[in-house]
């Protein structure tokens, strides 16, 4: 195998890139891919900065910037990096905890009505509305369709 075809391999499965964001003296923002520091750009928001720089990294990679993923990395100092990160990870935890709520709440729905008690009264028991328990319910007794192979 050449370098060439090795190159091709890497760049067609390597599509997240992490883009490093530092802010310059004048508020305008300079980003950089870790994995290839060739490929920078700036922009006056954070927003324009991530869009240029994927715009870049798809010219530079030969690939479809649709394809293309850049996680923001930002230049911080480390008090206020620290902070950034725990709200993330709060957000992250919110997310987890929200479906293991629906999770639950769908078996104890399931069981309530198994139990010959209304959805009206499940719902208050729950703590949530007769039309949300309907929708646990539905989604419980659906099982994902299979394709036809």
Request: proline share 4%.
């Amino acid at each position: 195998m050449t370098d060439h075809s090795t190159n091709e391999m890497t760049e067609k499965t390597m599509k997240t890139y992490t883009a490093r964001l530092e802010r310059e003296k004048d508020g305008r923002w300079t980003v950089e891919l870790a994995e290839e520091p060739r490929v920078h750009t700036w922009a006056k928001t954070v927003d324009q900065a991530l869009a240029r720089v994927r715009e870049a990294a798809a010219l530079w990679f030969d690939a479809n910037e649709d394809d293309i993923e850049v996680i923001p990395q930002p230049v911080l100092p480390k008090t206020t990096g620290r902070t950034v990160a725990q709200a993330r990870q709060a957000r992250q935890d919110a997310r987890n905890a929200d479906r293991r709520a629906v999770e639950k709440n769908k078996k104890a729905a399931a069981a309530l009505t198994a139990r010959g008690i209304s959805m009206r009264d499940a719902a208050a028991i729950l703590g949530i509305s007769h039309q949300r328990v309907h929708q646990l319910l539905a989604q419980q007794e659906t099982p994902p369709r299979r394709k036809a192979g």
